[in-house]
């Protein structure tokens, strides 16, 4: 259905204010029974001194750190996945590293791509770090990832900061 829409150039955004405690939590959630099955360590890097609470499409933030993780999961069979966030003036930037098989160079290159996979092994139809690309896109934000062979890999995304509106700019419409 995703896939539809984003092909369509009709991905819906849910802008509101969020709790980024309560989005990090529901994506723990959803993914922690796997990292268990797999008997991978898994580590929160977060910043204590960082607000909770963010305007954007908390929904599609999941939708984009849910598919980082269960890729992390898939090619991580010992070792450790961290999953952070930081903030600066403008971006708050979120990322998914993971001491996995990692990525050929001649891959990375094509890892947005739609339908990209380059282990016929592992369960998956290529669509999915695509489709966080676009979200990433609508949301005026960047993507990216660093990867070595053998080593693991880094994937992060980078969303424009927005605060809360105050009663100052309600005025000014």
């Known amino acids: 259905l995703d896939f539809s829409k984003v092909e369509a150039g009709k ?3 849910e802008i509101a204010s969020f709790s980024l405690d ?11 029974y796997k ?14 001194s960082i607000p909770n609470w963010f305007f954007g499409d908390a929904k599609r933030l999941e939708q984009i750190l849910i598919n980082f993780l269960t890729n992390a999961i898939k090619y991580t069979s010992q070792g450790s996945i961290t999953i952070g966030y930081s903030l600066d003036d ?10 996995g098989k990692g990525i050929s160079p001649e891959n990375v290159e094509h890892v947005f791509e739609r339908f990209s996979k380059f282990d016929p092994f592992v369960q998956g139809t ?22 070595e062979v053998g080593k693991g890999s880094r994937f992060w995304t980078t969303i424009p900061r927005r605060s809360l509106p105050s009663k100052n700019d309600e005025k000014r419409k």
């Open 126 to 147: 290529g669509l999915g770090l695509f489709i966080c690309k676009t979200i990433v896109d609508y949301l005026n934000g960047k993507i990216g990832v660093e990867s």
């Open 22 to 32: 309560q989005v990090i939590q529901n994506v723990v959630n959803i993914v922690s």
């Open 90 to 99: 403008y971006y708050i930037t979120f990322f998914v590293q993971d001491t």
């Open 11 to 13: 991905v819906e955004l």
């Open 35 to 48: 990292i268990e099955e797999q008997e991978i360590g898994f580590v929160l890097s977060k910043d204590p």
